[in-house]
Each structure stands twice: as C-alpha cells, then as structure tokens.
C-alpha cells in the first residue's frame, strides 16, 4: 500500500518543486522586464512606489502621461493593470493647457488621492499620490 | 477542478505549504503501523511557523521576500530526506530549524538596530581569533577533522559562525578604506590575516571551509581592492599553497586521488563517493520513491551526502531542482547587493551570497565527483544544528541588507 503511495507521489512532488521554481522565476521575470531607463526630466509622470516584486501583476515602475491618459483592467486603456482591484476604466488624467486633471472612472474600489477618497475632478500637484487597491504611484511634474 | 484553480494562482507560498502538507499525508501512511502523535503535531507546528514567518516577514521586512521563500523549500525538502533516513535525527533537525528561524527574527531585530557596526574591525578581528582558539582548544577530531567543539552532550562547529564573522570583517575593512589608507599596507595585512584564518583551517584539516573562506576573500578583494596586483599575488599564492598542500600534506593527496579514480580505492578512500553515485545513478529521473531506496549505504549520507540521498529516492528532477533553487537565490543576493546603496551593507550582500553559492557547489561539485570532495554542509538541506542556526544567520543579514539603508536612516533622524 505505502509503495504504491510513495510511487504516485515522487511524481508529484517534482511537479510541485517545478511548479514553485517557476512561479518565482516569473515573478522575478516580471520584475526585470521593465528596467529599461527613459529620460523623465521635464516630463508629467506617474511613479509607482510599490516594491514591484511585491505586486503579483505586470506593472512598469514609470507612466508617462503624454495627453490624455486612461488607467485599467481591459486591454483598450493606456495603462493596463490586471490586478482584480482595478475596474476595467478605473481613472483617468486628462491634460489642459499644461495642468493635469484627475477623475475617477466610477471605479468599484475607488481611487484615493493622498489618502482620501476621490468624489470629483481634482487638479494634481507635484507629489500627489495616487491610490487604487494596493498600488501606489508618484505623481512627478517637474517643470 | 477547483484544486485546478488554486494552483493555477501559482502563488509560491500556497505552493509550498501544499508541498508540506502533501509530504505529511505521506507520512501519515508511512507511519501507519507504529503510529507517534508526537511527530505529527512537531510537523504541523513547523509547517504553521513557517508559513506564517513567510507571511509576517512580507509585513515587517520592506526587503527582498524571496529569499526567505526559497530557503523554506530547501528546508522542507532537507527534513523529509533527514527523516527518512533516521527519525531521531529527523526530529532533532525540526527543533533546529525551529531554533533557527527563532534566530533569524531576533538577529534581524537586533542587528538591524546596531549602528556602526561597520566600525569594528577589531572586534570582529578579536571574535575570529578566538573562535580558533577554542576550537583548537576544546576540539575534537570527527570525520578527519578537528572542527567539534562540544560543550556538555552539545556540539557545535565554531567554523561556521567564523565565515560570517569574515565576511563582516572584510565588509568592514572595505567599506572604510580611506580611514584605513593613513596605514601604510593594510591591504597587505588584511590579506596575511584571512590566510592565517586559511592557515589555521588547513590545520584543523578543514579543506572545505578553507576553500570557503578563500573564495570569500578573492571575491571581494577582487570588486573592491584598489591595489590590483595585490589580487595577482593573491591568486599566485593560491596555486602556491595548493600545489604545496598537495606535496606535503598526505590528507589532501587522498582527497584528490579518489577523486580522479575512485573505483580503484573502492575498499577504503573512494568508498563513500562511489556509493554515492550508485545512489544518485539508482534513483534515476524521478527517484525509487521515498523510503524504497537504500540511501543508508552511503556514510554520513545525512550531512555531506544528503544529495545523493535526494537524488536516489525524489529523483534527479529533484536535484536539478535544488541546483536551480540555489542559482535563484545567489541572483537575489547579487541583485540585492546591487540596488544597496549603502557600501557595508553591499558587502555584506556579496560575501554572503558567495558563501551560499560556493558552498553549495563545492559540496554538490564533490558528491557528483566534479571536483575533489571535501567535507562541507549543503546549506539549509543537509542535517547539523550549527550549519542550520549559522545559515539562518546569515540569511537574517541579507535579509536587512535586502532593505533601502538609506531612507532609514532619515526616518532615525
């Protein structure tokens, strides 16, 4: 009886072992992706502060906000995130005369602006951060 | 189809505990016939400690969370083989690993207080000295080398808490070198001290350590000595040595004979390495299945040799796997030590990633007859209190060096 067990779970047993092994390589793969280094200066962007390892997602440690800009789920925005707190149209940043607008898409989770909740069109700053679910990023407008 | 679901999620901690507790139903139905409550309930703690130090450290530690990961696989996957092969041991490996991941909280609470711990280079100095001095004093010859110390029933290995003890000095040597260029030489010094430390290994005729520390020191010396003919002389005295040790010392010219042919010193020096690619050769692709093999006929198949054990019962997939868990976590300790801005601490990254790393191929190099065997633990894997508390140790430094120094020291002030 126990050798027959032994036997079906040496299969297995390495199939988890793979199954962990590959699991880490792609989240370490999903971290490396991205480390390509652009030239920000006098550019609006968007800086992530999460650690990105943490984030178990493809997600770029930089946004630059070129014009209008839509962040989401579904593949059609700007900044797509698959990560289930984000809707699939969560917010979006809409550029006037080189000021850059904030606005909740009516997103489920909501979007947070330093800490509070976002009900209306709001102008944003240097500094600002920027909340939704987990994910936290910069806004950077150095002019 | 819902088990399909939960592992399509591929979390790696999710993965792990499933490994743990499919490990545990397999002794369940091993332990059948004499059924001991004790071991079960040990087991079960430690898979609970586990996953929830998995799961704190990602809370406290603004660090790397992968490291301690990969360590937990090597362990668990470490217990099982240690248990198959002898239960006492196996039970006596849980308390150490409890012990050990005891240890790694409480060095990273405190070690991560301590300031200036870059400035004791003497300390550190005086701390080696001593760890020789009593091994040489109170030591006892096991295995062929003089590395026991035994204190009431107790015994430890002070060589291994010296490697982390060197890798701290050299952190701290190299970290400060314009306070140390008013002496003339100092690198010359620093150099005749980590070959006194060689020196007095080679004495105790502990090969394998020296080796460690060795590699330790050329690493290092070789990405931060400004003076760069100072690592030609380094590795010109090397060679030196070796071929000297080769002529001189009869322990390593049987070392390196059963390495090139063991099959004619089958009877006495090549026995334990012939048997262990028997071992690894009977276990095939996927292993004879735990508890059908016979990992037994290979001495102290527990400590240096528990990779031909893994390989003959779990397979070579196994082995390939742990092979490739260590490459994964020498890469973490690299890319740790190169987002470090803080240079003591970058150091630190390096010295104990190459430990890990050479260690391990040292040890994995010998039992596969690639290189001369020499006696080593294979870190987190292999049986031994000191081995797993020191490993732990220093994963609890890398650890705090896998953190942003920097902005620490702002909140401080």
Known sequence: ?143 | MMFKGEIRKQSPKNLLLLFQILALLLLLAYEQMHADKMIFIMAMGLILIIYLSNYLLIKISSGDNYIFLIVTMLITIGIIVIYRIDEKLGIKQLTWISLGIFLFFLVYFMVKRLKKIDDWLYLYLVLAYLLFIITFAFGDRKFGAINWVSFRGFAFQPGEITKIVLIFLLASYYSNTEKWRHIKYSSYYIMGVVYSFIALLFLQKDLGTALVFYIIFASIQFIYEEDRKLILYNIGLFLGSGVLGYVLFDHVKIRFQAWLNPWIYIERQGYQITQSLFAIAEGGFFGKGLGMGHPDFVPVVYTDFIFSAICEEMGIFTGIGIVMLFMIFVYRGFKIAISQENRFYRILAIGISTLFGIQSFIILGGVLKMIPLTGLTLPFISYGGSSILSSFIALSILQICSEDMTSREDTDE
């Open chain 1, 1 to 143: 009886m126990y050798s027959i067990l032994a036997l079906i779970f040496k299969y297995i047993f390495i199939i988890v072992i793979y199954l962990f092994i590959f699991s880490i390589i792609r989240l370490i793969y999903l971290d490396i992706k991205s480390m390509d280094a652009i030239s920000f200066e006098d550019r609006a962007y968007l800086k992530l502060i999460n650690r990105k390892d943490s984030l178990p997602f493809k997600i770029d440690e930089h946004y630059i906000i070129d014009g209008d800009i839509k962040l989401g789920r579904q593949n059609n925005n700007d900044i797509v995130i698959k990560d289930q707190y984000v809707s699939k149209e969560h917010f979006q940043i809409v550029e006037d005369e080189k000021e850059y607008y904030l606005e909740d898409l009516e997103s489920v989770n909501g979007t947070y602006l330093n800490g509070d909740k976002l009900y209306d069109i709001v102008k944003l700053k240097d500094g600002d951060i920027i909340r939704i679910g987990k994910i936290e990023f910069l806004f950077v407008n150095r002019e």
